[in-house]
């Protein structure tokens, strides 16, 4: 992985790679069934109290308990089924320790219930380390931390532990992991780039906060680029549109309908359209208009398996791999060395598609023969290509960075607006 220590997790130099090394990591995998899914469990995850929603008791004889809190289903080929399938590929390898999990801790399938609450409940049975995987949990995080001060609780995709990020609140058993997915969501945005014929591409957006507009920026920024660099075109030539359903998957009455917003994508003449969802509506209606005869493909987000769900109009998934963060997790806490971080954890662009590599990026077949463009703008930004360098302007007209300057983490993590060249709102 990229050398990181607790002083400065956020760094974001990447290693530098040799051409085949980038090229062989960037094709492992590639074009073949690429599913790390385990089977579902026997036990019940649906219940509807936080008391009765519990899964996965835990061993008889284990000595440490992890519980983890998932805002959706465990098996929803996205978000919350890589944070099950990585965290259960590292319990795989540790008979000693026992895990449960609840998922769909929203306010959709458990009314009234809180993230805390089912805390509560997973401590009370014995958990030692809690995990919440959404940023939607971030005061859950931090009330049972403060109420739990023997337990560890790691929150995913926050800041509280950020001491030089903006909303830093010490605590010392609560910490941050996230992997920083902005370097794949470059290479999302390029293969989508070399995929549309139209020059039209879409983005279908979960709700809108500081995370989502730097994804939907960082593939933007991919796809401007190679947009230039590989089909020489101009900037202004190619459309780029965001639109917001207003949750991270369908809340039926609450949110826009992703099948809704994707068949309107691909029905007015976009082409490609990457996913921000937890959920893979993107790749479903993808296949569905693909059936009917339109020339469409899309580009998946969160779970490695994403391509097969329609490998043939699949430009690639980036996604996350979580096992190393959860395993150095659990080894610091269950050996009582656990002391809060903040951890922002890129790419190992020596083996991307790797066991230790945090991000990764699988090219799926439809890039055909603009695979090999995709493999040489990896092995750019592998030898630092950054595209988050001014000139970059927001929506707005304001500057971003100006001519020659570099986002620091905190400008990329924070960031207010999407860039000018996005359509779609900021907020």
């Known amino acids: 992985m990229i050398p990181r220590t607790p ?64 805002v959706g289903p465990y098996n929803d080929k996205g978000w919350n089924q ?62 049972t931390a403060r109420k739990h001060p023997q337990v560890t609780v790691l929150h995913v995709s926050g800041d509280y532990a950020w001491k030089d990020g903006k909303n830093h609140k010490p605590q010392p058993n609560l910490g941050n992991i996230m992997g920083r997915i902005e370097t794949a969501k470059h290479i999302s945005g390029c293969a989508a780039a070399l995929g549309t014929e139209t020059g039209k591409i879409g983005y279908l957006g979960p709700l809108v906060n500081d995370e989502t507009r730097r994804l939907v920026t960082a593939a933007y920024l991919g796809a401007r680029y190679c947009w230039e660099k590989y089909q020489k075109k101009k900037p202004e030539e190619l459309t780029f549109k965001v639109a917001w359903i207003g949750f991270w998957f369908n809340i039926p009455g609450v949110t826009l309908d992703p099948t809704k917003v994707a068949d309107d994508f691909y029905s007015s003449g ?70 809060s971080e903040f951890v922002w954890e890129g790419p190992d662009f020596r083996d991307l598609n790797g066991d230790a590599s945090v991000v990764g990026f699988l090219p799926g077949n439809a890039l055909g023969e603009r695979k090999a463009q995709l493999g040489a703008f990896v092995l ?30 905190q400008q990329i993590w924070y960031l207010p607006q999407l860039l000018r060249g996005i359509t779609g709102p900021s907020k």
């Open 7 to 70: 002083k400065s997790p956020v760094a974001f130099a990447a290693p530098r790679a040799s051409a085949l090394a980038v090229a062989l990591s960037l094709l492992a995998g590639a074009c073949k069934s690429s599913s790390t899914s385990t089977s579902p469990p026997a036990e019940k995850t649906a219940a509807p109290t936080a008391a009765e929603a519990s899964a996965s008791a835990a061993a008889p004889t284990a000595q440490y308990k992890v519980g983890m809190i998932l």
């Open 82 to 143: 890589a944070h099950y399938d990585g965290i259960r590929s590292v319990l795989g390898k540790m008979p000693d320790v026992g895990f449960e999990y609840v998922d769909k801790v929203n306010p959709a399938d458990r009314p009234n219930v809180k993230g805390s609450q089912v805390a509560d409940d997973l401590i009370s049975r014995g958990a030692k380390l809690v995990v919440y995987n959404s940023d939607d949990y971030k005061d859950d995080a931090l009330e």
């Open 270 to 339: 976009f082409d490609v359209l990457l996913t921000g969802l937890d959920t893979p509506e993107a790749a479903l209606q993808a296949k569905k208009a693909s059936g009917a005869g339109k020339k469409v493909k899309y580009v998946h987000y969160d779970h490695k398996a994403g391509c097969d769900l329609a490998p043939d109009i699949c430009l690639g998934v980036a996604y996350y791999n979580w096992a190393p963060l959860y395993r150095d997790t659990i080894e610091k806490a269950r050996a009582g060395k656990y002391a």
């Open 380 to 409: 750019t930004l592998a030898n630092g290509l950054d595209l988050w360098k001014g000139p970059l302007k927001f929506q707005d007209g304001t500057d971003f960075l100006k001519d020659g300057e570099t986002a620091t983490p």
